[in-house]
């Protein structure tokens, strides 16, 4: 009787995961923690456009407009028609 193995999970799914749990810290008011997780994310996929709009989001939160508005224009750039990216920008 073979175990049948779980197969390994693509990049993409672990990085979906991990935007997810930034997402949550985020909501949850864990700025620190939200804000690693973005980094991690986008060290590994600099152009993920969901990371740059929501740690864009956290910038301007934060207080840091000239992150904020760097990382939400090329949210923008990579996402062109996402209106909420628009609208936060």
């Known amino acids: 009787m073979s175990a049948r193995a779980t197969p390994p999970r693509p990049p993409n799914a672990l990085l979906d995961q991990a935007l997810a749990a930034a997402a949550a810290h985020h909501r949850a008011g864990r700025v620190p923690l939200a804000r ?3 980094e991690e994310i986008l060290r590994a996929a600099p ?3 969901d990371a740059l709009h929501l740690y864009g989001v956290l910038k301007a939160q934060s207080g840091d407009a000239a992150g ?5 224009a090329r949210a923008v750039k990579r996402a ?3 209106a ?3 609208a936060d920008l």
């Open 68 to 72: 904020a508005v760097a990382l939400l």
């Open 36 to 38: 690693a997780l973005y």
């Open 47 to 49: 152009d993920q456009a």
């Open 84 to 86: 909420a990216f628009h």
């Open 80 to 82: 062109p028609r996402r």
